[in-house]
């Protein structure tokens, strides 16, 4: 089961913004525990894009950045590109379960 | 790096045994977790070990998980009793930095089928 809600999906054409959000609760975001985002294409290992909430690992493009307030966390990638196409997660960790916990998911697609 | 190994074709009913195999570093003070990803969903976890032993499961399959650490040998195991078709997934090994940390290494995933 997924604690974390993301839309399904999001879209925009090529060199355009999109958001991704990723609704928690007060026992894993709101409780201050770290938010993390992957990028995931199926049947590959997925892909670390931004730690600790707003850190980008080396070799990830300043395109891609985050945020967190409150219970939520948002991804924002600009200057969307086609390789972008693919599905991101947010992950985090949850108190009350005493686990980690991921969000359910939300494909780009480039127009 | 980490390497997923089982059975890709499991029966119902029966045990799903899946290995990690940590190459490249040892078992370390990490937390190693294991997710799957059923066809057309998101990523579901699963639970983790930690070097000590100690675990934590996702408790809508906790009663059917067990994992073990084989630090002599860099493996991580994941047993899933009793599986149904709903069991078909992409099993994944990744490894945890801390309770609040996050995955820096991941397996390039298994695909293990359930099948009468």
């Known amino acids: 089961q997924s604690v974390l809600t993301q839309p399904p999906s999001v879209s925009g054409a090529p060199g355009q913004r999109v958001i991704i959000s990723c609704t928690g609760t007060n026992s894993n975001i709101g409780a201050g525990s770290d938010v993390h985002w992957y990028q995931h294409l199926p049947f590959t290992a997925p892909k670390l894009l931004i730690y600790?909430?707003?850190n980008r690992p080396a070799g990830v493009p300043e395109r891609f950045s985050a945020s967190t307030s409150g219970t939520s966390a948002s991804l924002v990638i600009t200057g969307l590109q086609s390789d972008d196409e693919t599905d991101y997660y947010c992950?985090?960790?949850?108190?009350?379960?005493?686990?980690?916990?991921f969000g359910t998911g939300t494909r780009v697609t480039v127009l | 790096q980490l390497q997923e190994s089982g059975p890709g074709l499991v029966k119902t009913s029966e045990t799903l045994s899946l290995t990690c195999n940590v190459s490249?570093?040892?078992?370390?003070?990490?937390?190693w977790t294991w997710t799957r990803q059923p066809p057309g969903k998101g990523l579901e976890y699963i639970g983790y070990?930690?070097?000590?032993?100690?675990?934590n499961f996702n408790p809508s399959l906790k009663s059917r998980v067990s994992m073990s650490i084989d630090t002599s040998n860099n493996q991580v195991s994941l047993k899933l009793t009793s599986v149904t078709t709903a069991d078909t997934a992409v099993y994944h090994c990744?490894?945890?930095?801390?309770?609040?940390?996050?995955?820096?290494?991941w397996g390039q995933g298994m695909l293990v089928t359930v099948s009468s």
């Open positions: 990744a490894r945890g930095l801390g309770l609040y940390n996050w995955f820096d290494t």
């Open positions: 490249g570093g040892s078992i370390g003070s990490y937390y």
């Open positions: 992950q985090s960790y949850d108190t009350r379960l005493s686990g980690f916990v």
């Open positions: 600790a909430h707003t």
């Open positions: 070990i930690y070097k000590t032993g100690s675990t």
